[in-house]
């Protein structure tokens, strides 16, 4: 077996994992790593979970997949669940963050098209991610992600992150909706002012915009509430999940409420396996447990944890431009790029990753133990220091 076959687009990969157990992944090897990351925010519950695990297993020899032709329980029972959780009044399933936000930008598109706007404009924001189809990069604030797929879609404004007044000027009679992540995660642990998005609520009900969170990486208790907007107590009328909300399965979700959830019809949008009973069952067992064990309380437990121990150890390196986090979700920025600590620490047996160029990113499964949060601590505190002892 070789990479040859496998299209290039993740760059050179050393570690191959053949097992996962809670915090911990195994490679080929039989090496041990404590995965600091979770596969990029999505096993919050931790790998091979028992309890998600069964469901599957009971699930896959039930009822895998019938299309979105025909009704299946799961799929219902979930989307109830979230609206229950969210105030959201309905849900589109897809299988992945990217797809959840197109359905998103769809909504956002035809709201101004029924209202007789033809070109309508969504405002994004620099720094932002939000996938990496056609119109979900074009939507991403980040020009990397762009390079070589002109021609880009048409109506979709960049405005600087955690800015009212620069969003206001950019403001056009064709804007119809405002996309944001309410904590930038690629974007390198971005944290606006707490009152940023309730600011954006205010400007979106003024101007009759709808108000559409990208809490593909922030929900499913990643920072310290089930979703991010939740710290608010504000409603949105758009907001997209993926990532946790599986655990590890293909799921993605498009909830909306009021005007937004009567926009898309029979015949504007679909997905064939988006939502099947397999992804759902599996979904539900998750939300069951993210709720029944209080995974948000101890994600802010253990994130305050983590960001205390940095804060000690590290905290006052001349290398440390910035410790940030809400929930598990940690950025340490320093004042250089530092990509070659990822297979540093992956050489002391830790998973982390570096984003944004400077920013180390820590998003560990939720259910760490504080024995595993000093691991995770006193390993990246050592890379830190040992890269400012180099000079
Ligand atoms: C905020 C945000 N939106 C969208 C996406 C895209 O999700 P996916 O990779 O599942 O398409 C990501 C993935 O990292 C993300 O972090």
């Not at 404590?34 to 309890?51: K, M, Q, R, T």
Request: aromatic share 6%; charged share 20%.
């Amino acid at each position: 077996m070789s990479t040859a076959s496998i299209m290039n687009t993740y760059g050179e990969r050393k570690l191959t994992f053949t097992k996962g157990e809670g915090c911990y992944l195994w490679d080929k090897q039989g090496n041990r790593y404590l995965d600091a990351l979770s596969g990029i925010a999505v096993c919050g519950l931790g790998h091979a979970h028992p309890e998600v695990a069964q469901t599957i297993a009971e699930q896959a020899s039930t009822l895998l997949h019938t299309s979105n032709l025909y009704l299946t329980d799961p799929g219902l029972e979930l989307a109830d669940n979230l609206c229950a959780e969210t105030g959201m009044e309905k849900v589109f399933f897809s299988n992945s963050g990217a797809e959840a936000n197109e359905a998103a930008i769809k909504i956002a598109r035809k709201y101004g098209n029924d209202k007789g706007i033809t070109k309508p404009v969504i405002i994004t924001m620099d720094g932002s991610f939000h996938g990496r189809t056609m119109a979900t990069l074009t939507a991403t604030g980040n020009s990397k992600v762009k390079t070589g797929f002109t021609p880009l879609l048409e109506g979709f404004v960049h405005v600087p992150y955690d800015n009212i007044d620069e969003l206001k000027a950019a403001a056009t009679s064709d804007v119809v909706a405002v996309l944001v992540e309410p904590v930038q995660g690629e974007g390198g642990v971005n944290i606006p002012a707490t009152d940023y998005l309730n600011q954006l609520r205010e400007l979106c009900d003024q101007n009759d915009w709808l108000l559409m969170l990208d809490e593909i990486q922030t929900g499913n208790c990643r920072t310290g509430r089930h979703f991010a907007f939740q710290h608010n107590q504000i409603q949105p009328d758009v907001v997209t999940t993926a990532k946790g909300l599986g655990n590890g399965l293909p799921i993605g979700a498009c909830m909306a409420r009021g005007k937004a959830a009567e926009i898309l019809v029979p015949g504007t949008h679909g997905s064939t396996y988006g939502g099947n009973p397999l992804v759902c069952q599996g979904a539900l067992t998750v939300q069951k447990v993210l709720k029944r064990d209080r995974i948000d309380s101890k994600a802010m437990e253990t994130g305050n944890y983590l960001l205390d121990s940095f804060n000690q150890a590290i905290g006052s390196s001349a290398l440390v431009k910035e410790i940030r986090g809400m929930g598990m979700m940690i950025g340490i920025e320093l004042t250089m790029d530092c990509p070659e600590l990822v297979g540093k620490a992956a050489d002391k047996g830790l998973l982390i990753n570096v984003t944004a160029g400077s920013v180390i990113r820590l998003l560990p499964p939720l259910t760490l133990s504080k024995q595993q949060a000093d691991d995770v601590a006193e390993i990246v505190s050592s890379l830190v220091n040992e890269l400012e002892a180099q000079g």
